[in-house]
């Protein structure tokens, strides 16, 4: 099995390391980040770069697509050569991933076009102007296409696609060698459980990111 990961500056990390975590660690698999250039590229925060060994263009027909969100996402949403290599790469995928705001990437694309999918939680509403049907959960795959909500929710995703590929045990194997087990201090992992001053203050800063 061979993965695809894309990068573009202003990606989020967890979005591209945590799936990779997960699917690097299957016997056999093979996980690559590319980009539209070989060479690092750097994170939203701009703190953290990752390098692409490949160009789009050389990537050939993989058998998993994984494009992850982060503030780099609404650029590129007007980038035709990247929505352009996305529509040939998932030509010939067997999955086609998200994580976050990477949705927003594959609707631009036209991947998502009558599609129920997920995405971070403040930017669902954009995936309906883009013909997706937008709705809430860690995951949600139709089809061929998995779409997971906001960051850390790409860890739950990529687990059940390993969960899907490989089996159940398999799955539960990385799960527990990697030691996934959240046990968070606060209840406020999403819109329905945090304070409403929260999710006000949450909502505010991705508007204007």
Do not use: N
């Not at 070989?38 to 494009?67: F, K, M, N």
């Not at 590129?76 to 998200?98: C, G, Q």
């Not at 976050?100 to 991947?111: D, I, Q, R």
């Amino acid at each position: 099995m061979k993965i695809a990961i894309v990068l573009y500056e202003g990606f989020t990390a967890l979005d591209a390391i945590g799936p990779y975590e997960v699917l690097r660690s299957v016997p056999g698999w093979e996980v690559e980040f590319v980009a539209q250039e070989r060479g690092e590229v750097r994170t939203d925060s701009g703190v953290v770069g990752l390098t692409a060994d490949r160009a789009l263009a050389e990537v050939g027909e993989p058998e998993i697509l994984l494009v992850p969100g982060g503030m780099g996402t609404r650029k590129k949403m007007e980038d035709e050569e990247l929505l352009a290599e996305l529509r040939r790469i998932d030509a010939t995928t067997k999955w086609t991933t998200s994580v976050c705001t990477g949705s927003l990437l594959l609707a631009a694309a036209g991947l998502l076009e009558g599609k129920r999918a997920t995405g971070h939680w403040a930017w669902l509403e954009p995936l309906r102007e883009l013909g997706a049907e937008p709705v809430g959960g860690r995951y949600v795959e139709d089809g061929k296409t998995i779409t997971a909500a906001g960051v850390s929710a790409g860890i739950d995703m990529a687990l059940y696609l390993v969960g899907r590929e490989a089996g159940p045990e398999v799955a539960q194997a990385i799960q527990l060698g990697i030691e996934y087990d959240p046990d968070p201090p606060f209840d406020a992992g999403s819109p329905e459980k945090a304070p409403a001053p929260i999710v006000e203050l949450v909502s505010g800063i991705s508007r204007a990111e």
